[in-house]
Every structure is written in C-alpha cells, then in structure tokens.
C-alpha cells in the first residue's frame, strides 16, 4: 500500500513557476514509477510526466522544456518543477505511482493516487 499525499501548489501569474511536491509513504518508493497528471474542469486527466525508479523521465509534449519531473527515493518524494508557467496550465494536479505498466501515460495503469493540489495560472 502506498499513501500519496501533495503540497505545492497556489495561484501565480502566467510566466511564473510552482515546485509541486509529493510525499509518499512505504519502505519500496523506488521502486514504483511515479507520475503527474493533470485534470481541467470539464476535461479528462491528462498525463503530464513520468519519472522511473531508476531516473528515467518522460513528458508529455504540451510541457516539455517547461516542467522538470525528479524524486529523491532517500526521502520517499517526487517533485514537479514548473516553470513558464500558462492559463492553459491550470488544473488540479495528482501524483500518481504505478508499479507494472505498459503505457506510461494512461491513467488507468497507476495503483496508486494522491487528493490533487490545485493550480491556477492567471493571466
């Protein structure tokens, strides 16, 4: 069992960053893949990145070069660096882990989720 539990987020004006953080319980963090994923009023939750116990990343186009995805297993805690921060940016963001999976941005293939943390991007 995996408890995830996110802090970070807040209002900012566009062109701003935010650091998300999550904080997860349990002995085995490194090995799960840990995610972001976002979810707008009236839209689907979307993938926003992926980062593998062993450190590899992956992002999803819309944010690529202006998110920043890391983890430090010591201290069981997956962070999200946003930067140039956009309107369209705004969601509700969740920290998601997946043990076993095949497509790293489907949300169904994760176990485990967090309450969200809200962020608005104003103009």
């Known amino acids: 069992q995996v408890q995830l539990v996110e802090s970070g987020g807040g209002l900012v004006q566009a062109g701003g960053s935010l650091r998300l953080s999550c904080a997860a319980s349990?002995?085995?963090?490194?090995?799960?893949?840990m995610g972001w994923f976002r979810q707008a009023p009236g839209k689907e939750r979307e993938f926003v990145a992926t980062i593998r116990g062993g450190g590899a990343t992956y992002y999803a186009d819309s944010v690529k070069g202006r998110f920043t995805i890391s983890r430090d297993n010591a201290k069981n805690t997956l962070y999200l660096q946003m930067n140039s921060l956009k309107p369209e940016d705004t969601a509700v963001y969740y920290c998601?882990?997946?043990?076993?999976?095949?497509?790293?941005?489907?949300?169904?293939?994760?176990?485990?989720w967090g309450q969200g943390t809200q962020v608005t991007v104003s103009s």
């Open positions: 349990g002995r085995t963090f490194s090995s799960y893949a």
């Open positions: 998601a882990a997946a043990r076993y999976f095949t497509d790293i941005m489907s949300p169904p293939q994760y176990e485990y």
